[in-house]
Nanobody, 119 residues
Framework: EVQLAESGGGLVQPGGSQRLSCAAS????????MSWVRQAPGKGLEWVSH????????FYADSVKGRFSISRDNAKNTLALQMNSLKPEDTAVYYC????????????WGQGTQVTVSS
C-alpha cells in the first residue's frame, strides 16, 4: 500500500524558515518523480516544486523560486522541502504527491501538514 506522510508544519513568523518532510512507503521511491503541492485557505491546489528520480533536477513555482529548496534521500525514502524567507502568502496545507504506477499511474497524496506564517 502506497503511503505518504508529511511532517514538520507549524506556526512560523514572516521571514522565518521551516522544513517539511515526507516519509514514503509501499512503492519504489527512487523510481518516481516527487512533488510538493499546497492549498491555501479558500483556494485551489497550487504546485510548489518537484524533483526527478535521483534528485539531479528540481523545479519550482515562480512564487517560491529562490526561497524554497526540494530534496530527496532515496536511501531513506524521504522527501524534504526547506522553506526560507517565508511570507504570509505561503500559509497553506502542504501535501507530498507522487503519481505511482507502471502502465497507468495513480496519484497519491499524504494527509498534508499545515504551515501558518504569521506574526
Amino acid at each position: 500500500e502506497v503511503q505518504l506522510a508529511e511532517s514538520g508544519g507549524g506556526l512560523v513568523q514572516p521571514g522565518g524558515s521551516q522544513r517539511l518532510s515526507c516519509a514514503a512507503s509501499g512503492f519504489t521511491f527512487s523510481s518516481y518523480v516527487m512533488s510538493w503541492v499546497r492549498q491555501a485557505p479558500g483556494k485551489g491546489l497550487e504546485w510548489v516544486s518537484h524533483i526527478n528520480y535521483d534528485g539531479g533536477r528540481t523545479f519550482y513555482a515562480d512564487s517560491v523560486k529562490g526561497r524554497f529548496s526540494i530534496s530527496r534521500d532515496n536511501a531513506k525514502n524521504t522527501l524534504a522541502l526547506q522553506m526560507n524567507s517565508l511570507k504570509p502568502e505561503d500559509t497553506a496545507v502542504y501535501y507530498c504527491h507522487a503519481d505511482v504506477g507502471l502502465v497507468a499511474t495513480i496519484p497519491y497524496w499524504g494527509q498534508g501538514t499545515q504551515v501558518t506564517v504569521s506574526s
